[in-house]
């Protein structure tokens, strides 16, 4: 059974940094397509950024610049280090991973609560 559990999270003021983990565990090979994503209230679900295998990462504009996605293959494990953190990136950040980057089946963690805030 895949499962994906987020760390990292917290409450962090205006211009800090954080930097999220996301483990995967019942796979037998890393993820074509790690990504993450967030929600904050009221709102949708949006992607912050993604990473797939032998391609440039991908960034929402809202983050770009101030957020990069990277991962550890052997340890199938994501990062998203997050800098200079706005009041509006306060969200509950999700990981999700793709095994395959053609497939249907894909994953999520639980997430973890990002609050940006004086």
């Known amino acids: 059974q895949v499962q994906l559990v987020e760390s990292g999270g917290g409450l962090v003021q205006p211009g800090g940094s954080l930097r999220l983990s996301c483990a995967a565990s019942?796979?037998?090979?890393?993820?074509?397509?790690m990504a993450w994503y967030r929600q904050a209230p009221g709102k949708q679900r949006e992607l912050v950024a993604q990473?797939?295998?032998?391609?440039?990462?991908m960034y929402a504009d809202s983050v770009k610049g101030r957020v990069t996605i990277s991962r550890d293959n052997t340890q199938n494990t994501a990062y998203l280090q997050m800098m200079s953190l706005k009041p509006e990136d306060t969200a509950v950040y999700f990981c999700?991973?793709?095994?395959?980057?053609?497939?249907?089946?894909?994953?999520w963690g639980q997430g973890t609560q990002v609050t940006v805030s004086a």
């Open positions: 990473s797939i295998r032998g391609r440039s990462a």
């Open positions: 999700y991973a793709r095994p395959n980057y053609g497939g249907i089946v894909d994953y």
């Open positions: 019942g796979m037998i090979n890393s993820a074509d397509v």
